[in-house]
């Protein structure tokens, strides 16, 4: 079975860092785009930054800009969200995800998701 665990999430002042590290197992995960997706509260859950299955390719929501690095390590089964200059609006759960073809078809996959708090 699919299997996403996230990790590295905390508590963090802003203006700080964090490094989320998402470890996948139960497929083939240099084959797939990963995506990083956050969700606060009372809000909906949306997409931070996504990258090909190569890393060739990245893109980012357009408030992590220039701040989230999205990268991936396929030897590790792990992909990794660099959050710098941390702000409150980032507080959320993070969650990694990605596309796998199952019995019904394409078949989306979460991890269990890890808390980013920034607060003074």
């Known amino acids: 079975q699919v299997q996403l665990v996230e990790s590295g999430g905390g508590l963090v002042q802003p203006g700080g860092s964090l490094r989320l590290s998402c470890v996948a197992s139960?497929?083939?995960?240099?084959?797939?785009?990963i995506n990083w997706y956050r969700q606060a509260p009372g809000k909906e859950r949306e997409l931070v930054a996504t990258?090909?299955?190569?890393?060739?390719?990245?893109s980012y929501a357009e408030s992590v800009k220039g701040r989230f690095t999205i990268s991936r390590d396929n030897a590790k089964n792990t992909v990794y969200l660099q959050m710098n200059s941390l702000k409150y609006e980032d507080t959320a759960v993070y969650y990694c995800?990605?596309?796998?073809?199952?019995?019904?078809?394409?078949?989306?996959?979460w991890g269990q998701g890890t808390q980013v708090t920034v607060s003074s």
């Open positions: 995800n990605t596309l796998t073809l199952g019995p019904l078809g394409a078949t989306p996959n």
């Open positions: 139960g497929f083939t995960f240099s084959s797939y785009t």
């Open positions: 990258i090909t299955s190569s890393g060739g390719v990245t």
